[in-house]
Structures are given as structure tokens and as C-alpha cells.
């Protein structure tokens, strides 16, 4: 946590006014470097301090963005989608009898993990704290979402996030992705949500084909990788995070084994031995599993699947129109700027080693006169994203030839 000088109004303006990547955030939205529908149709939506709320805003360029952001001054502002006219026109749009004139077009598919869904299974934070500890649940989300969306869905320009407290977005801008109805979104995050059922239900892993004769169904091989990563990571879980050390925490990993002899062998034994670490206890319970059929083996890849799997906050996926924090926006609670991740070293992120407004603008001040965030700690993080861009340009140039030499060959 951080007080409130941290993200003070003061401090919040020399960070916009001297720091914020205006020009990056406007290449990577729009696409391209002449601004086009993609950015000036885009939705922004600003929370002053307040907690007063301004929506559809929409901006010519990087340079009216950044005008409106230092003159506001807000404490955080999100991104929406292109709609088919200009935000800020849209009670022009609506009153065409149509009614079909101010609708979102195209946006970026995106993700959100909240640290606080895992708070049933992690054992070192609660609520909105976070460690380096507890960070290994969203670096195993991120290696299992981030494979599962490049082989499955075939996408290539994944932007991974850190929001700024406890937990990371996504941004996928492919074309095919930008383009999605809400139909097709709900039906991507549909495919990929896997835990379900609330607090009540202790099962919360459905996913497998009908089973024959008590026997279980298969694991569809969508979820092979995501079940091997989980397994890799089990046992430093299970040492680091002791979900089974209580009993609560056993009593919850005994409901998710549906041979009663095994329950009741392993109850009788947990509760005259309290103190067993959770690694043992699943050793133990493998070891009363063993050469008893494949639906208790199946149980066993189910829980790690229920302890290890993304836990996707669906609703933020679903629909176009839903805004999402912009990247590098300072989190009002931690004053952490909101960086993004390389998903390749995602175990070796420290949430709480992601640079604050406060310290950037120490550096700043060090560097001397003229300086700005090339010459900060926030350089690494923005010239990330400008690498991320520069990858979706190429493929729109790609796509733009394709598109003049069919246009060409369908001339002759």
C-alpha cells in the first residue's frame, strides 16, 4: 500500500505531463502511425478524482489525448472499443431512426486474472495483497493462457499487463481478434473457462467427456498443456503455499476424491497426524490411488487442474464495449504504474519490485533537465510495448499487400 502523497494530484500531473507514453499507447491502439477509425473513433473513459466518471471520450490524435489527460488530470482512465461513429458524436448517431449507426466494431480481445479469485486455494495473502509468492498462481495463468491462445486460436500479438495491484490483463490485437462479435468473444472465453461454481460447490472441474461404465471421460487435449504445466509447479505449490496443511484445507482435497474408502483410510489417518505437510499428504493420497482404476487417477489431474488452472473474471471478455485500464496508468491504492510483462520470464516478475510514480519521478530528476522516461526505469516497460507494435504493424503491412495484389490480379 502507498499514501496518499504517493498518487497525489501533483504528482499525478508530472507523471502525465512528463512521463506517460502518450505517442506509444496511440501507435498501438490505431494501428498505424497516420491516425485512422481505430484510434479517433476509439472510446476513453476517465475516473477524476472523486470518483467522478466521464465516458465516451475520443481524441484526433496522441498529442488531443494527452491535452485532455493533463487538463483532467484523472486518476486513471480506460480504453474502450471503435465504435462506427465518434464517441463524442453518438447522440447524433442515435437519433438516426436506424438506430444502428453508434455500435462498437472492432476491439482488442481481452483478458482479466484478479488474484483475489484464487483466494480459496493460496494461503500466504488475502484479498487485495499480493507477493512474489501468490504471483506464481497468475505466472502459471499466463504461461497456460498464453499457449493455449497462440495453438488453439492461432493468435500472434498478445500484450500482457500488470494492473497495477493484484493482477494482469491481456490485450490480443490480431485482426481476427479485433473483429470478434460478442458472440464469438463469449464462446473463446467459453472454450477456456474451466473453473466453475461458486463457494458452495467443491467440484469446480467439469470438462470431461462422457465417461462408459463408471469409467471417467478423457481430458480434452485442449487441456493437456495446462494440466502439465499445473503438474510441473504441484509440488513447489504444495511446499510453498501448504493448501492441505489445515484441515479445512485437507477436508476441501478430500471432497474432490469420489472413492469413499480412500476418504475415509486418509480421514482416520489426517486427523491423528495434524501437523502433515501438504506434499506428504498428497503423496499419501496418490500412494492409496495407486492400481485403483483410472477414475481416481482422473480425480487427482482434475484437482490439480482446480488448484492450478487461469481463473478468468469472464464478464471483461465477453463484450466489446467493456473498458479495460489503460496500460501504464498508476494504480491510485499501490502508485505502481501498470506495466507490461514479458510472458516468456513471467516467474521472474515481482509485483512489488514494478517501478512507482514517486520513484520514476526521482529519477527523472536525477537524469537532469529535459530528461524523460527514456531516461527512467519505465524505459524497459515502454520500449516492450514498441516492440509488441512494431510486430502488429508488420503483419497490417503483410495484410495490406495481400489485399493490393489480389485487388491487382482481380483487375486483369
Not at 6 to 14: A, D, G, N
Not at 191 to 211: C, D, H, Q, S, Y
Not at 386 to 411: F, G, P
Request: with cysteine.
Amino acid at each position: 500500500m502507498t499514501d496518499s502523497t504517493e498518487t497525489s494530484p501533483e504528482v499525478m500531473l508530472q507523471f502525465y505531463r512528463m512521463l506517460y507514453p502518450f505517442k506509444s499507447i496511440f501507435t498501438w491502439l490505431n494501428q498505424e502511425h497516420t491516425p485512422k477509425d481505430l484510434f479517433t473513433h476509439r472510446e476513453f473513459a476517465f475516473t477524476l478524482q472523486g470518483d467522478v466518471y466521464l465516458r465516451y471520450n475520443c481524441f484526433a490524435n496522441a498529442d488531443e489525448l494527452k491535452k485532455q489527460v493533463c487538463a483532467l488530470n484523472p486518476t486513471r482512465f480506460e480504453i474502450g472499443p471503435m465504435y462506427s461513429s465518434r464517441p463524442s458524436e453518438r447522440k447524433l448517431a442515435r437519433s438516426v431512426k436506424s438506430g444502428k449507426l453508434f455500435t462498437p466494431l472492432k476491439r482488442e480481445l481481452v483478458f482479466d486474472i484478479d488474484m483475489t479469485d484464487y483466494d480459496g486455494v493460496r494461503t500466504c495473502c488475502t484479498s487485495a495483497e499480493i507477493c512474489k509468492r501468490c504471483w506464481a498462481f497468475i505466472a502459471n495463468a499466463v504461461r497456460v493462457l498464453d499457449a493455449a491462445l497462440r495453438t488453439q486460436f492461432g493468435y500472434h500479438h498478445l500484450l500482457w499487463v500488470y494492473s497495477g495491484r493484484r493482477g494482469i490483463h491481456l490485450w490480443i490485437s490480431d485482426d481476427e481478434a479485433m473483429g470478434l462479435t460478442d458472440e464469438l468473444r463469449r464462446a473463446v472465453v467459453g472454450a477456456l473457462t474451466v473453473i466453475e461454481g461458486g463457494k458452495e460447490m467443491a467440484k469446480k472441474v467439469n470438462v470431461r467427456g462422457p465417461g462408459t461404465k463408471g469409467q471417467p471421460g478423457e481430458l480434452p487435449p485442449s487441456l493437456w498443456h495446462a494440466r502439465d504445466e499445473g503438474s510441473r509447479m504441484w509440488y513447489r505449490l504444495l511446499d510453498d503455499q501448504e493448501c492441505f496443511l489445515s484441515e479445512d484445507g485437507w477436508r476441501t482435497l478430500l471432497k474432490l476424491v469420489p472413492d469413499k474408502k480412500i476418504v475415509d483410510t486418509l480421514e482416520q489417518r489426517w486427523e491423528k497426524q495434524p501437523g502433515v505437510k501438504s506434499s506428504k499428504k498428497w503423496d499419501e493420497l496418490k500412494a492409496e490411488v495407486k492400481d485403483t482404476g483410472t477414475r481416481n487417477f482422473a480425480a487427482l489431474e482434475d484437482i490439480i487442474l482446480q488448484y492450478t488452472y487461469p481463473r478468468l473474471d469472464a464478464e471483461v471478455s465477453k463484450h466489446r464495449n467493456h473498458l479495460l485500464k489503460a496500460p501504464f496508468c498508476v494504480h491510485p491504492k499501490t502508485g505502481r504504474v501498470c506495466v507490461p510483462v514479458d510472458p516468456n520470464r513471467v516467474d521472474d516478475f515481482d509485483p512489488n519490485a514494478v517501478p512507482t510514480v514517486l520513484r520514476l519521478l526521482q529519477e527523472l530528476d536525477k537524469a537532469g533537465e529535459g530528461a524523460n522516461w527514456e531516461h527512467t526505469s519505465l524505459k524497459q516497460y515502454v520500449d516492450m510495448l514498441d516492440r509488441h507494435t512494431a510486430s502488429v504493424l508488420d503483419d497490417v503491412r503483410r495484410r495490406e499487400r495481400a489485399k493490393a495484389v489480389l485487388q491487382t490480379d482481380l483487375t486483369w
